[in-house]
């Protein structure tokens, strides 16, 4: 509680692991109700299988989970809360509906791709209005991709940053610019 510093709940025993131990593992939904966590440890082949859990902010009770490929996760929610991408560590995105998510409906992809790279994207952003996934092609890439969640994740656009910078990393957007970070 932020009012008060008191623990509502933790996620002990649930391990959640980005590749590069500087990623994004959990996502918020902005109304403050769910919080989403991609499960998995990369080192510890004894870990129980990596799976995306949908979490009660209130209360820690799981309300929805589903099975992941790779316990490498990035995840960002949509401005809106009516999406999810994730991203894992052999470069597949993937954009869920929240609400087919959390009823457990099987069909809550709303699209995939794979990047070309085969890698894990250092982060993603969706757009203001979110209908764009802003991500980099792939890890400590200089490529920037946007991407269109309403035409199956196929790129509108992209931009090499090699000029200014040797990889592209956590996209932000705020109000209708991309800002990335350089490394």
């Known amino acids: 509680d932020i009012e008060s510093g008191a623990e509502l709940w933790s996620l002990d025993g649930v391990r959640s692991q980005s590749s590069s131990g500087t990623g994004t593992p959990v996502g918020f939904v902005r109304d403050g109700t769910v919080v989403f966590v991609a499960t998995g440890d990369p080192y510890d082949p004894s870990a129980p299988p990596p799976e995306l859990l949908a979490l009660d902010m209130s209360s820690g009770a799981q309300i929805a989970s589903r099975p992941?490929?790779?316990?490498?996760?990035?995840?960002?929610?949509?401005?809106?809360g009516d999406r999810l991408a994730t991203a894992d560590g052999g470069g597949r995105?993937?954009?869920?509906?929240?609400?087919?998510?959390?009823g457990g409906a099987a069909d809550a992809e709303i699209g995939s791709t794979e990047l070309p790279s085969g890698d894990l994207p250092f982060g993603m952003a969706f757009g203001d209005d979110g209908t764009i996934l802003y991500t980099p092609a792939g890890f400590l890439t200089t490529e920037l991709l946007a991407l269109a969640i309403d035409d199956d994740l196929s790129v509108r656009w992209s931009i090499d940053v090699s000029d200014v910078s040797n990889a592209v990393s956590r996209p932000v957007v705020d109000d209708d610019r991309v800002w990335i970070g350089a490394a």
């Open 68 to 80: 992941l490929r790779s316990p490498h996760h990035h995840l960002a929610v949509s401005p809106d």
């Open 93 to 102: 995105l993937s954009v869920l509906d929240v609400e087919k998510l959390l």
